[in-house]
């Protein structure tokens, strides 16, 4: 019902990458399907490659498909399959090139936009194939190392065009949305490096004031959009993250209970965010902050 021809435009060898399978006999979950073994309380299980590789003598059934220029491979969705990381220390450099062609069953998986414009001998327009470039990168967002404004701008063409989608596919690209945004956001918490921020390291009140004034508004629509579409996927009933919801929620509440308390600070520490807010400033003289209530 769903098969892939994956095609080798360069030599694709196990030193520089190639296709790994596991073969339909050694994956409990290649007939059975992963969800009914886990309804079984199988001891084995966990995520579908874990009960496939049990123990050491497991890894021997794993398969490599290298291809010459040009040589295809056919599977189907079923089987487990992977591109292996090229030897970094190969003589050969050049990159491992390879395209996919992917044919499904309407039955089994629709279209993701509307067949009729790959009819015919011309291609389809190009808006058409830039929405699916864009949700395609959304849904495979975490093999490449998109910056947050990417998946926004990936997103924000999705939505625009969402008429054009699929709806079962539409949906799935808008929660990976929401999933790319978290990861994305995770990793700018722990490397503030690659965040598109600008800091005074010479002066310290500069450098609270700056990163208020350079993040606050896209921070704050990129949390709205996630927001709609995390409240979207709850009222449909899909999605994985209900209890995210829930919790952006309870913060955006807390933060509104709190919005009525301001930063009274001190002489010295006079300064000023965009909002008129005062920019708290980072000391260990905590005690000489006092909340006031706004009237």
């Excluded at 059975?32 to 021997?60: M, V, Y």
């Excluded at 062609?101 to 936009?113: G, N, W």
């Excluded at 945004?181 to 965040?195: R, V």
């Amino acid at each position: 019902k769903y098969v892939t021809m994956w095609t080798a435009l360069s030599e694709a060898t196990p030193e520089n990458s190639c296709l790994y399978v596991i073969p339909k006999k050694f994956d409990p979950g290649y007939t059975l399907g992963d969800d009914a073994i886990e309804d079984t309380n199988d001891k084995n299980d966990g995520d579908p490659l874990s009960r496939a590789l049990t123990g050491k003598e497991a890894f021997q059934n794993i398969r490599a498909l290298p291809r010459n220029i040009g040589e295809s491979v056919l599977f189907t969705h079923r089987i487990m399959h992977w591109g292996s990381r090229g030897n970094p220390d190969s003589h050969r450099n050049d990159p491992r090139i390879a395209i996919s062609f992917v044919c499904s069953d309407p039955e089994f998986e629709k279209p993701y936009v509307d067949p009729n414009y790959f009819k015919g001998e011309s291609i389809p327009p190009f808006r058409i194939r830039l929405l699916l470039v864009c949700a395609q990168l959304l849904i495979y967002y975490q093999r490449f190392d998109l910056p947050k404004d990417v998946i926004r701008a990936c997103y924000e063409y999705c939505k625009k065009n969402s008429g054009d989608l699929d709806e079962s596919y539409r949906k799935k690209v808008f929660v990976e949305f929401v999933k790319a945004m978290k990861e994305a956001g995770l990793q700018e918490d722990s490397n503030p490096d690659k965040a598109s921020i600008s800091v005074h390291k010479q002066n310290p009140k500069e450098e609270i004031v700056n990163l208020v004034v350079t993040g606050d508004d896209d921070d704050s629509d990129e949390e709205d959009a996630m927001m709609q579409e995390m409240l979207d996927a709850e009222t449909g009933g899909y999605g994985e993250f209900e209890d995210d919801y829930d919790e952006e929620v309870e913060e955006d509440e807390s933060e509104e209970d709190e919005e009525g308390a301001v930063d009274v600070l001190d002489d010295d520490e006079e300064a000023t965010s965009l909002f008129g807010k005062r920019a708290q400033n980072v000391d260990d003289n905590a005690d000489s902050r006092k909340k006031a209530k706004v009237t």
